[in-house]
Protein backbone atom coordinates (compact mmCIF):
# COMPACT_ATOMS: atom_id res chain seq x y z
CA UNK A 1 0.00 0.00 0.00
CA UNK A 2 2.45 2.96 0.95
CA UNK A 3 5.45 1.09 -0.74
CA UNK A 4 6.88 4.77 -0.88
CA UNK A 5 7.56 5.29 2.71
CA UNK A 6 8.89 2.00 3.51
CA UNK A 7 11.57 2.42 0.24
CA UNK A 8 12.47 6.14 1.75
CA UNK A 9 13.10 4.40 5.53
CA UNK A 10 15.61 2.29 3.68
CA UNK A 11 17.35 4.76 1.85
CA UNK A 12 19.82 6.18 4.79
CA UNK A 13 20.68 2.67 6.10
CA UNK A 14 21.57 2.23 1.88
CA UNK A 15 23.85 5.05 1.78
CA UNK A 16 25.45 3.91 5.24
CA UNK A 17 26.37 0.87 3.64
CA UNK A 18 27.56 2.04 0.39
CA UNK A 19 29.31 4.67 2.87
CA UNK A 20 30.84 1.53 4.47
CA UNK A 21 32.38 -0.53 1.36
CA UNK A 22 32.97 2.94 0.05
CA UNK A 23 35.55 4.71 2.79
CA UNK A 24 36.50 1.98 5.03
CA UNK A 25 36.92 -0.96 3.28
CA UNK A 26 39.63 1.16 1.38
CA UNK A 27 40.64 2.73 4.21
CA UNK A 28 41.28 -0.68 5.79
CA UNK A 29 43.14 -1.76 2.63
CA UNK A 30 45.70 1.03 3.02
CA UNK A 31 46.33 0.16 6.55
CA UNK A 32 46.95 -3.04 5.33
CA UNK A 33 49.17 -2.65 2.78
CA UNK A 34 51.50 0.17 4.88
CA UNK A 35 51.50 -2.53 7.44
CA UNK A 36 53.20 -5.27 4.80
CA UNK A 37 55.01 -2.28 2.79
CA UNK A 38 56.43 -1.76 6.34
CA UNK A 39 57.59 -4.84 7.52
CA UNK A 40 58.92 -5.68 3.99
CA UNK A 41 61.28 -2.31 4.47
CA UNK A 42 62.17 -3.17 7.63
CA UNK A 43 63.28 -6.56 6.73
CA UNK A 44 65.55 -5.05 3.79
CA UNK A 45 67.25 -3.12 6.34
CA UNK A 46 67.97 -5.88 8.50
CA UNK A 47 69.13 -7.65 5.69
CA UNK A 48 71.99 -6.83 3.60
CA UNK A 49 72.99 -3.76 6.54
CA UNK A 50 75.57 -6.30 8.52
CA UNK A 51 78.91 -4.42 9.59
CA UNK A 52 78.26 -1.24 8.82
CA UNK A 53 74.88 0.40 9.97
CA UNK A 54 75.08 4.03 9.04
CA UNK A 55 78.81 4.77 7.99
CA UNK A 56 78.55 6.40 4.41
CA UNK A 57 81.36 4.92 2.10
CA UNK A 58 83.65 7.90 2.89
CA UNK A 59 84.97 8.08 5.75
CA UNK A 60 85.87 11.09 8.00
CA UNK A 61 88.41 9.93 10.43
CA UNK A 62 91.00 11.84 9.67
CA UNK A 63 93.97 10.91 7.70
CA UNK A 64 93.77 10.74 3.46
CA UNK A 65 91.30 9.44 1.82
CA UNK A 66 92.33 6.65 -0.10
CA UNK A 67 90.39 4.42 -3.00
CA UNK A 68 90.33 0.51 -2.25
CA UNK A 69 91.39 -1.04 -5.46
CA UNK A 70 88.89 -3.97 -5.01
CA UNK A 71 85.86 -2.42 -4.66
CA UNK A 72 86.28 1.30 -5.37
CA UNK A 73 85.06 2.30 -1.91
CA UNK A 74 87.56 5.53 -0.44
CA UNK A 75 88.77 4.82 2.80
CA UNK A 76 90.62 6.91 5.26
CA UNK A 77 94.01 5.83 5.79
CA UNK A 78 93.57 5.70 9.76
CA UNK A 79 90.66 3.65 9.20
CA UNK A 80 91.35 1.27 6.77
CA UNK A 81 92.66 -2.60 6.08
CA UNK A 82 96.64 -2.14 4.65
CA UNK A 83 98.21 -4.04 2.50
CA UNK A 84 102.28 -3.58 1.23
CA UNK A 85 102.90 -4.65 -2.31
CA UNK A 86 105.98 -4.07 -3.45
CA UNK A 87 106.87 -1.48 -0.92
CA UNK A 88 103.73 0.36 -1.56
CA UNK A 89 101.06 1.16 1.14
CA UNK A 90 97.52 -0.32 -0.67
CA UNK A 91 94.62 0.51 1.23
CA UNK A 92 91.55 -1.28 1.90
CA UNK A 93 88.00 -0.82 3.10
CA UNK A 94 87.96 -5.00 4.73
CA UNK A 95 90.18 -8.03 5.30
CA UNK A 96 87.92 -9.10 2.98
CA UNK A 97 89.04 -6.80 -0.01
CA UNK A 98 92.10 -6.97 1.32
CA UNK A 99 92.08 -10.63 1.23
CA UNK A 100 90.72 -10.81 -2.72
CA UNK A 101 93.66 -7.98 -3.94
ZN1 LIG B 1 86.58 -2.75 -0.41
Known amino acids: MDSGAAG ?3 RPDRMFRTLIVD ?3 P ?15 A ?12 RPP ?3 AGGEL ?3 P ?3 TYVS ?5 TRKVNGQVIYFCSEECRDKY
Not at 27 to 41: C, G, P
Request: aromatic content about 6%; overall charge positive; proline content about 4%.
Open 8 to 10: AAR
Open 23 to 25: FIF
Open 27 to 41: LLLILLLSRVLRSIL
Open 43 to 54: GFRSGPTRAAPD
Open 58 to 60: AVQ
Open 66 to 68: KKD
Open 70 to 72: VCG
Open 77 to 81: TSASV
